[in-house]
Structure formats: structure tokens, C-alpha cells
């Protein structure tokens, strides 16, 4: 809103017109609509002497209407009998109220967009897929879809604002060959007498509207009664049912004075319409007055939104877009910024307004506009990891927000166990309240496993967690390490079910108070830094769920909690919640029709790239809503451009964000290989310069107390200002200044080998491991990263041949089939096909056995443990297999499911030749019942994959001999003195595997190895 506009004299005579005239105001963005109304609402009770309850100032939504009450009670301090300024449909749901309380009716109530699509999924899901009335137009896979719902939603809107009915909607269908309508049309009228039935005093938004206009066109509501002027702001964003309501209250002889712009209309996909203002006019019966002058920013920018309007219709207006701007420009009015990734995009953004801040612009006058609301998370990690508050102005729905859809899960865990999957418990435990770490949920399941075995039951270890998770009175011996988690685990549960009856805002609230987070995300979010955005929005999101917990008890009452449950989680609208104002000094992030009704000092308009803005993606393309409104108008279908609608409505709002800003426009986009600027963005940034920031400029004291202990460390200039600098950021408690808090400085805890006196413990399968590089080893056995699952199904194909040592196939196959739900997976095609994988494996491995039946190869021994004692050094292990051969050699078999190698890969390979140094032991073989062993050798038996015309390849090792035997026998002393020391060498492989990066890449890194 501007402020104090030098007003021109059309505009005055608009402002002191006589209370009874009716006028419609059409002034460009910026132009001063809304001060015209506020200064027009000063004027009628000030000097014409009006009451400030005979006078009513209106707006599209809510967000506008709380913003415009501080305006005007600056500019009116008044009292009046509720709020001076309302949204259309809180001055209908008023309306409505007052009828209800009138004929003795209960009051009404609101269903909000979640309830409406609820509803509709309820419905359908009750339909049979040969009775419904889709199913002869679309496949039930199509009407279960959250898309299809969304579409149906705004097609019933589309037809309730117009002021027509089911009927309608089916006739028009039968009309103009459109089977989905007619479909349609029978579903709405199923829909409209279950809602009466259930809800008789429900309202959709459309109808309570509707519902107004009609009671008004009646009688005048007491309420109402003394209404003199209706000042209505932005016009073009009401729908046509609002238009029905204002209309009425004109014959009722209270005047209207209404603003709006058609080039500025943001809510199209919600039923507005940018002729609004010139159809108001209509029902008026005025000519319409054109506001001359621009207030809000300098020519450059005015340039800029005149070039965009300039390319969509005119709606029945136009002579708006010949308003000259009466502002100076500032320096460089408009920037552009071009990316070679969304990443490098957010980023630059955030760098551009950390530099526009630090030069005095405040953080709440800076906005960001995308077209796509997921896109702005992005931006706000950037601004976060530069300490630069921001405040998201979209709000998902709350089974999109991690802490409230999970507090849910808990919840439902407790009071529905039967619902929760094995698959839904991990993640459960592994998420952000359940706290256990990948290993320890590992570490857990391997337990379950051996209790399993132990007890002879084999039930998959998912299972048994869900059990744990869910199962009463579940008796769990976990180890100590473990143990910790599972009492927390199970006292989540008991604590929720023990308030099962309870209304569900208590339930929720002894869930949230349960799981014990709420002072460590506070402190987080109140300290700043990496994780406090994180802490923020789920208390946000915490907050929210309460909140619509508590509205449910009130509209539901005696309806059980696991209902409130269900429906949330399935829920794919969010709430129609207003998201509150921050507190102090942030960036606004938000969408175009967001942004409506604001302006801010700088604006970036955000992703102006192709197929992203303009999306030229058509509209309601199932089921046609945008269609109804040119229906009303009385067009058909066909006689319209649809694209050309879309490529219209696209450049409105590119038109809307830019005319935010007052002084300064940024337009972002990228450019790279698969992915151009838009259009828009060439249109937008004619002639204008890139902004030219500086990458290595401090923005933010992360940055600075970074590149001040980089100095230190490095000795790169070095003073004692650095120092001192330290010391005050220290002082002050900033993260990461105190040298404390440094890693790599403190001195050793000890210098003493890590295996003094102790016998070294060694395993075949380690030995290469020491040998390439000791501190892998040594990091893989302190810091062990999670197994990926390939190890437990190779685990299972061992387990299978061990359990059928010669087959068959399918023996072995329904063994892996019996333990495949113990390996989790991260989807379940991912499962699948691993699982057919397997099998081939098993074929392979079957194949195998029987070209060793028929050599008369004999089995000797599977899966035996050994044990090989040597100075300092103590070697345990298990081999796969034993085979002894026509000619009576004994040979070594160890199963492979990964990677095959070569023979000549294998002739030194550790893990062979300490199966092979086993078997040539004789305190070894003699324990195994192997007289006089004549080895033959050893070999690597791969079934991934295959040669010489068969599904697997053997990959094998010469007989370890005496000379040998000592050869080996010195690598492995030399493996033993590497480890029982107290520093341990990277190796020259350099910890990287396959020439991939290294593992434990943090751990290398000098500041904290000390290296």
C-alpha cells in the first residue's frame, strides 16, 4: 500500500464521492487502490459523519483482511462492533451465523479444503468399480488419485460459486459431449445428499457464499442493518459468487466502492476471474474510473510490468497500463541472476540478500516470489546456512511434515497397531523421534536374528521389531547397549494408549509430551545455526497439528482419536489455516497470490525457466473446471484457447511478483544442460545488468569465525587482530570461535599401542583390509558404516547351501524366500528385483553342485570353524566348504555373490590362504578328522556371474606349499605389528575402494586425525 499519494483529481472526487454512489476503481499495481479505500472509509466517517459500523472494508482472503486491520486503525482509531475489515467469506459466514441463530439452527460451520477432499475420498471409496459414476469414463486407478480429487474439488466450486447445481453440471455434460460432466454431475448430487444428511450445517467455502447472497437478497440481516458502504479491495481476485453477495446487498441500497486491477489477478486457479472488475460494473451499472499515476516504484520498473501485461488481454480494461510512474528510480532498478544449477540459484540469491541487508535494507522488506511453493525450501537452507531468518508463507499438509506425520505414526502405533507394517515400524524407530541410528537398528535386528535361531521359531526379524513396536506385553532381553532404546520405545506406546479415550487434542499433546523433544528443539531453534530451521518449522508443524486436533474434538466430539489419525495421515490438502506472522526481522518466502496486497523494498522473482515459468501445463485437463466460468458466460467449451488462457494467466503472476518491489527487482533463473531461462526472463530482463556479487565476501559470522580460524591454522597472515577477533566472537558465545570447540588441537589421550599386551585378533577377510591401509581398518572396525543389503542376501545364499548341501534349486530358493523379509529394502521393486537376482544365484550355484556330482567330488565338511595360534596373533574364521576330489586332494570352496576376479587376482589372496593355512595346520586338520592332507588348493566360487558357457566361474588358487606357508606366515606378523601399535598409516590406496571416494572421508581430514 502506498503511502500519501499526491492524488490526481479523478482519484479525489473517487475518495469524497457521496456515501449512496456506487463507483469502480481500476488502477494499475502500485497505483494506491487500497489507500483510496482506506482514505475514502477516513473520509465518510470523519467528514460526511458515517458511524464506523455503517462502513465495511472487504478483501479477497484473510491474510489481507489481518494485514489491513493495523492500516486502518491507524488511520481510523475508532472502535467498532467487530473487525472494520473482513474477508468476503467471513463477512458471509457472519451472515449465514446470524440466520442460523435467528430461526434457532445450530450454528455453521466450515469445511475446510482437507475436509472437502476427505469427503470425496470416503465417497469414492465407497463406490463399486462397476456402479460408479466414473467408472465408465475413467479407471478406478484414475479417481483414487489425490490429482483427480483436486480436480473434482474445484469443479464443484466452479459450479456452486456460478449459482448452479448438479443438474446443471449434468445437463452441460449431455450438452456440450462431455461424459466426464455428466459423471460428474451424478457424483456431486450423491455427494451434496451425503453431506446434508450427516452435516446438514456444513458449508463449503462456494456455498457459504452462495448461501449469504441468498439470505441478503431475502432480507436484510439485523446484523447488517445499519451497513451503509461496502469498500471492497482487489476485486479481481474475488470469485462470482462474491459479485452474487455484493450484489444483494446493493438492493438493500448500500453502495460499493470497489479496487482492482485485472493484470494483477492471482487466484484464477481458484475461480476468479480477471473481468471481475469490469463485470461488477456491470451489475452496477457505473463506469468505471482509472487511477493515472503509479506511487510504488520508479519508470525502469514500471517499464518492466508494462512489457509483461502488455502481453495478455485486456479483461474489458486496459487504459490502467497507460499510468506513469510519479516515483524516482533508484540504482539499478533491476538485476538479474543466472545459475548453472537450482543449487548455485538459491545459493546466489542468498549471497545477494546478505549484501543488500548489510547495506541497510531490512530482512522484512526483502521478499522472494516462486511459482512453485516447493521450490522456496531451497532458498530458505541457503539463507539459513548464512544465518539469515526467513519465514515460508506456504504451509504443506501436515502428512507432508516429518514432525507431524510422525508424531502421527506413534500415535496410530498405539492406538491401531494392526495398521503399522513391519516397514512402517523402521522407520518409526530410525526417524526423528524414534532415535535410533542405522547401526543400532542393525545391530538390533541381528539380535532378533540370533534369538530367533536360538529359539528354532525363524520368524523375520522385521516381525519381531514390529512386535516390539506394537505387541503387548512384549518381554525384550535386548543387550545393555541396546536396552535403553527399546524401555523408550515401549514406554511411547503405553504412555499413548493409556489416554486412548481421551479426547484427541489430549492424546496428541501426552504423545508430543512423551517422546520428550520439545526443549532441545526450542534450544535449537533459538540458537541459530545449521539446525535451527529444522527446530523451527517442526514446532511449527507440532503447533499446527494441535491446533487442528483441537478444532476436530470441538466439530467431532465423541469421535475417536485413531479417526482424527487416519484422516490427517491421509490427507493430501493442507489446512486453510492462516501461517502466522514471524516475530521479528525475516525474508518473506512465498507464491504470486501470496504475495497479493504486499509490497516490499527488493523482490527476487525466483526459477523464471522454461516448462517451470510459464507453466503452460492446461488446466483441470480430467475434468474441465476452469470450463464452468466460460460456461456461465455463455460460451462453449471449444470456442476458447485454453493455452492462451494459461500462457495469460502465467504472465499475471510473473506480473504480480514484479510488481512488489519498490526499489529494487532481481529475476533468478538456470542455465545449464538441460534446463534454459524462460521467455519471461528474457522479457523481464531486457537491458539489465547480472548482479555481480562477490563469492568470497564474509556475509555472516560463520563465515567470518571460518576464515579466521582458517588463518590461524594455516599461518596465512597472521596478526593479533585475529586473535582478539576470536576472543570477542568467543566472549559472545558464537558457535565454533572458542578454540575448545576446535577439532584436532587437543593432545592425544594416550600414545600407547592399541594392542600392548593382548593377543591380536584376526580375521581371513581382514587381513587385505590391514594390509592396503591400517587406519581403514582401523576406522571400518570403531566407526563401522551401515551394511548396504547385499551382505544379509549373500548372508542367506550361504545359509541356503548350508542347510541343502548339494540342493536342489528349489529347496534352496524357498529357504531365501522364507528369510527375504528380513532384509530391508528401500522400495519394494527394489526388493523384487533383487530377490529374482537371488534365485538366479541359487540356478547358478545348483548348476554347480551338479557338475560336482558328477566329477565324484565328495563333500568333506561346511561351515567349519577354525582357529590358527601364532607369536602375538590368534587367526579365527569359518570356511564355506570342503571338497575332497576324485584323485583324494582336499580343496577349499568359498562361496562369492558380489564381483568376480580373476585367477591371476587370486594367487596372493589373504583370505584364501588362511583357509589354506588352516587346512595344512595339524592341530587344525586333526580337530576336523583330516589325516595326512593333501591339499589341492583353493577357489573363489562366483555365481554372479558366469564363463565358459556355464551360470558361474571359479576363480582359483595354486596349493600353499612350505614355502609359501612362510611367506604368508611373515605377511600375516607384518598385518599384526600394523595393528598393535598407536598410529596407524592411510596406505597408498588412500582409503578409496574401486576409485570411488574414500570411506570415513570426514575422519581424514587433517583437523581431525591430527594428520
Sequence with gaps: M??????????????????????????????????????????????????????????????????LRNDVATRIPRATRGPFAKSVASLAFGIVSADHIGRGLPQPTLRSGADIDEDIRSLLADHDDQAAPFAAVFDRVVWETETFRTELREL??????????????????????????????????????????????????????????????QRMPDELADLRVLLVDDVHDIPASARRLLAACVSWGVSVTAVGDPDSAGQ?????????????????????????????????????????????????????????SRVSDHDTPLLTITSGSTTEED?????????????????????????????????????????????????????????????LWWTQAALSPEVITAERTAEMLAGIYGGWSALEL?????????????????????????????????????????????????????????????????????AWKVVGVEAEWVERAQAGGDGSRFASEALDAVVALSETATRFADTHPGVSADVFVSRILNQDVAEDVLVPEPLGEAVWLGTPSGAAGREWDTVIVHGLNDGVWPNTRLRGTLLGAPHVSWVSKGMAPGDIDQRRVVLDDEIRLAALAASRATSQL???????????????????????????GDDTSLRDVRSLVGALRRQRITGAQENDHQWATLGYLASVRCPGAHPDDWWGLAPATTTAPLFADEVVRLSPS??????????????????????????DIGAIIHQAWENNPWGPAENMSAYVDSRWSDIPFDSVWLGEAKRAEAHRQIAALDHYLHDQRSEHIELVASEKKFEIAFPGALMTGFIDRIVR??????????????????????????????????????????????????????????????????????????????????????????????IAQHQFALGEGGGRTGGGPPKHRWHLMGQVCGD
Design 2 to 67: 502506498s503511502a500519501n499519494p499526491q492524488w490526481a483529481a479523478d482519484t479525489v472526487a473517487c475518495i469524497t464521492a457521496d456515501p449512496t454512489a456506487s463507483q469502480v476503481v481500476i488502477g494499475a499495481a502500485g497505483s494506491g487502490k487500497t489507500t483510496l479505500l482506506v482514505e475514502r472509509a477516513a473520509y465518510l466517517i470523519d467528514s460526511f459523519g458515517l458511524h464506523p459500523d455503517q462502513v465495511r472494508l472487504l478483501t479477497p482472503s484473510r491474510a489481507q483482511a489481518t494485514r
Design 156 to 217: 464443484f466450486a466452479r459450479v456452486i460459486e456460478h449459482g448452479h447445481t448438479a443438474s446443471d453440471l449434468e445437463s452441460w455434460g449431455k450438452e456440450f459431449d462431455r461424459p466426464e460432466w455428466v459423471a460428474a454431475g451424478q457424483f456431486m448430487a450423491d455427494y451434496q445428499q451425503v453431506i446434508a444428511r450427516s452435516r446438514p450445517h456444513s458449508f463449503e467455502p462456494a456455498e457459504l457464499i452462495i448461501r449469504a447472497a441468498t439470505i441478503v437478497s
Design 268 to 324: 484464477t486457479f481458484r475461480g476468479s476471474d480477471p473481468d471481475s472488475p469490469a463485470l461488477l460494473a456491470d451489475l452496477l451499472s457505473v463506469t468505471p474510473t482509472y487511477l493515472p499515476e503509479v506511487f510504488r516504484h520508479g519508470k525502469t520498473l514500471r517499464d518492466t510490468v508494462s512489457r509483461l501485461v502488455g502481453r495478455v488481454g485486456s479483461a474489458r480494461a486496459g487504459q490502467q497500463r497507460q499510468a506513469s
Design 347 to 407: 545459493d546466489a540469491i542468498a549471497r545477494f540478500i546478505a549484501d543488500r541487508h548489510h547495506a541497510g535494507t531490512r530482512l522484512d522488506q526483502i521478499a522472494v516470489i516462486s511459482r512453485r511453493a516447493g521450490a522456496l525450501g531451497g532458498v530458505a537452507r541457503a539463507l539459513g546456512q548464512l544465518h539469515i531468518p526467513s519465514h515460508l508463507a506456504t504451509r504443506s499438509p501436515l502428512s507432508h511434515e516429518p514432525a507431524a506425520r510422525e508424531l
Design 442 to 510: 542393525r545391530r538390533f535386528t541381528t539380535w532378533i536374528r540370533l534369538q530367533e535361531a536360538t529359539a528354532g521359531t525363524r520368524r523375520p526379524a522385521s516381525e519381531v521389531l514390529r512386535d516390539v513396536v506394537v505387541g503387548d506385553d512384549i518381554a525384550i532381553d535386548a543387550p545393555d547397549v541396546l536396552a535403553r532404546h527399546v524401555d523408550r520405545t515401549r514406554r511411547i506406546i503405553d504412555t499413548i494408549r493409556n489416554v486412548s479415550t481421551a479426547p484427541i487434542d489430549q492424546v496428541i499433546s501426552a
Design 666 to 692: 532481481v529475476v533468478s533463473a538456470v542455465s545449464a544442460d538441460d534446463t534454459v531461462p524462460s521467455p519471461l526472463f528474457d522479457l523481464m530482463a531486457t537491458d539489465c545488468p547480472p548482479w555481480a
Design 766 to 791: 581382514k587381513v587385505a583390509n590391514v594390509e592396503e591401509s591400517p587406519l581403514m581398518w582401523l576406522l571400518d572396525t570403531i566407526a563401522p558404516e551401515p551394511l548396504p543389503p547385499t551382505v
Design 885 to 978: 576330489d576324485a584323485s583324494g586332494n582336499i580343496l577349499v570352496v568359498d562361496l562369492k555373490t558380489g564381483r568376480h576376479k580373476t585367477d591371476g587376482q587370486v594367487v596372493d589372496d589373504a583370505q584364501l590362504l588362511s583357509y589354506q593355512l588352516a587346512l595344512t595346520t595339524p592341530e587344525v586338520s586333526a580337530e576336523w578328522g583330516l589325516d595326512d592332507v593333501t591339499t589341492g588348493g583353493a577357489y573363489l566360487l562366483y555365481v554372479s556371474s558366469g564363463k565358459g558357457g556355464k551360470p558361474y566361474r571359479i576363480a582359483f588358487q595354486a596349493p600353499l606349499d612350505d614355502d609359501g606357508r612362510e611367506v604368508f606366515l611373515e605377511r600375516l606378523e607384518a598385518v599384526r605389528q600394523a
